[in-house]
Structures are given as structure tokens and as C-alpha cells.
Nanobody, 115 residues
């Protein structure tokens, strides 16, 4: 089992920045990758960014050049630095941790970008 606790969401004006954090606990060594999805009202959940246990990263096209995913292995925490935010980034952001046969989810944190 892996427990995930997100923080850092909030309200920001367009052009602003936020940093999301996802603290993991539990059976961490078997986690292959962690990252973030988001879900806007009326839309499907979409992958934003992923970081593997080896440090490789992957981003959605909408996040490239604006968002940066990183991890602190000592703190078992993954971060999502979001810059140049726009109203289309408004969504609930969910942290996930993926193992070979299971995926674990955080409770979600709301990000609202005002125009």
C-alpha cells in the first residue's frame, strides 16, 4: 500500500505560478513511477507529468515548457512546479504512484486560475 497526500493547490491569477507537492508513505521502494493527472469540470482525467524511479520525466504537450516535475527521494515527495498558468489549467490535480500491478491516488488538490 502507498498513501499519498497532496498540497499546494489554490487560486492564482493567469501568468502566476504554483507548486504542488505529493508526499508518499508506505511501500515506496516498489513504486516505478509517480506523477500528476488533472481533471477539469466536464472533462476526462488527463496525464500531466510523470517521473520514474530512475528520474526520467514525461509531460503532456500542454505542460511542456511551463511545468516541471521533480522528486526528493529523501522526503519521498514529488513536486509539480507550474509556471505561466492560464485558466485552461484550472482543474483538480491528482497525484499517483504506480507499481507493476497497482496504481495509488491522492485525494486531489484544486487549482484555479483566474483570468
Amino acid at each position: 500500500q502507498v498513501q499519498l497526500v497532496e498540497s499546494g493547490g489554490g487560486l492564482v491569477q493567469a501568468g502566476g505560478s504554483l507548486r504542488l507537492s505529493c508526499a508518499a508513505s508506505g511501500s515506496i521502494p516498489s513504486v516505478n513511477a509517480m506523477g500528476w493527472y488533472r481533471q477539469a469540470p466536464g472533462k476526462q482525467r488527463e496525464l500531466v507529468a510523470t517521473i520514474t524511479s530512475s528520474g526520467s520525466t514525461n509531460y503532456a504537450d500542454s505542460a511542456k515548457g511551463r511545468f516541471t516535475i521533480s522528486r526528493d527521494n529523501d522526503k519521498n515527495t514529488v513536486y509539480l512546479q507550474m509556471n505561466s498558468l492560464n485558466p485552461e489549467d484550472t482543474a483538480v490535480y491528482y497525484c499517483f504512484a504506480r507499481k507493476i500491478v497497482s496504481t495509488y491516488w491522492g485525494q486531489g488538490t484544486q487549482v484555479t486560475v483566474s483570468s
